[in-house]
């Protein structure tokens, strides 16, 4: 069973096409995360939901829109895909109070 | 400025020897979590290790252990008996008591050599 899954797991398109990448969590977390993973391996939170509620937006460009549905999903939609929106991004969830992250396995985005 | 500092980009090592990867933080908080990420080659982010700011003694897992120097606020990576299948990014972060999000540094690659 798996704790945080994401779909897919790799995704190729074409610029200016739109995508949705899907997470879900079954952890009971209260929290659902976005990071973003560049070609130099840096990590850099994009979004933050808690139980619904979007907490954090990091000065994310606007073609970016998560979707939270429930606390045991937080989907990203991208609009208008760049070159330099390829990456592999990152869901992860976490408790109230709980110190760290689960981290879904990932999904690499290349936009050609 | 940046929160987490990884100084080394990538270390080579041999296979059994012990291994010290550093990391330095900036807070001005009382309150924060440090935290250890393990990303082999198949990319998935591997949870190793915890320590907590109030927490007096140094966290261990297993072959890992955290060496927390508070006053330099160092919370260096030591993986001892190290294994081929050590090598790996390993990323130092942080959580601030206030902040919803963990911060991390840019990561230490590390090779082990049989």
């Known amino acids: 069973d798996t704790a945080v899954s994401q779909t897919p797991k790799y995704l190729v398109t074409q610029m200016g096409n739109d995508k949705s990448i899907k997470c879900e969590q079954n952890?009971?977390?209260?929290?659902m995360y976005w990071y973003k993973q560049d070609s130099k391996k840096f990590l850099k939170i994009m979004f933050s939901?808690?139980?619904?509620?979007?907490?954090i937006n990091e000065t994310v460009p606007n073609r970016f829109s998560p979707k939270s549905p429930d606390k045991a999903h937080l989907n990203l939609h991208i609009n208008s895909l760049e070159l330099g929106d390829s990456a592999v991004y990152f869901c992860?969830?976490?408790?109230?109070?709980?110190?760290?992250?689960?981290f879904g396995s990932g999904t690499r985005l290349t936009v050609v | 400025a940046q929160k987490i500092t990884q100084t080394q980009p990538g270390m080579f090592v041999q296979e059994k020897e012990a291994v010290t990867l550093d990391c330095t933080y900036d807070t001005s908080d009382q309150s924060y979590g440090l935290f250890w990420y393990k990303q082999p080659s198949s990319g998935e982010m591997i949870f190793l290790i915890y320590?907590?700011?109030?927490?007096?003694q140094n966290a261990t897992e297993g072959r890992y252990s955290l060496n927390f120097q508070k006053a330099r606020k160092s919370a260096n990576l030591v993986i001892s008996a190290s294994q081929l299948g050590d090598s790996a990014m390993y990323f130092c972060?942080?959580?601030?008591?206030?902040?919803?999000?963990?911060?991390f540094g840019k990561g230490t690659r590390l090779h082990i050599l049989p």
């Open positions: 992860a969830s976490s408790s109230q109070g709980a110190y760290g992250y689960t």
């Open positions: 952890l009971g977390h209260d929290t």
């Open positions: 939901y808690n139980n619904k509620e979007l907490i």
């Open positions: 320590q907590g700011s109030y927490d007096e």
């Open positions: 972060a942080m959580r601030e008591t206030w902040d919803d999000k963990i911060i």
